[in-house]
Nanobody, 118 residues
Framework: VQLVESGGGMVQPGNSLRLSCAAS????????MGWYRQAPGKQRDLVARITLSGSTIYADSVRGRFTISGDNAKNTVYLQMNDLKPEDTAVYYC?????????????WGQGTQVTVSS
């Protein structure tokens, strides 16, 4: 599975960004797609995830500001980020989970930088 991210950049606090992640390759048996982020010196944490059925989960820090959505026909997941705060600054990584036999495999994109600064 290959994941290609786009949409990162630098914005001022209170502004919005939309991230996109397109999956290609061995996309059969993908069960969920999501976004993680990693700030300098910190661990990589889940931001939001969506399953094939449309169920979503969010980190407490972004709930109400970020919205994850998916387009199954395009094998693409989006992260709409509103009311961005400086603490949202991080490299954002797309993630997908795929079932292979009895295993759950994780795939990662290359990451896209989001910087929120005045």
């Amino acid at each position: 599975v290959q994941l290609v991210e786009s949409g990162g950049g630098m914005v001022q606090p209170g502004n919005s960004l939309r991230l996109s992640c397109a999956a290609s390759g061995s996309i059969r048996n993908i069960v969920a797609m999501g976004w993680y982020r990693q700030a300098p010196g910190k661990q990589r944490d889940l931001v939001a995830r969506i399953t094939l059925s449309g169920s979503t989960i969010y980190a407490d820090s972004v709930r109400g500001r970020f919205t994850i959505s998916g387009d199954n026909a395009k094998n693409t997941v989006y992260l709409q980020m509103n009311d961005l705060k400086p603490e949202d600054t991080a490299v954002y990584y797309c993630n997908t989970k795929r079932i292979s036999g009895t295993q759950m495999l994780d795939y990662w994109g290359q990451g896209t930088q989001v910087t929120v600064s005045s």
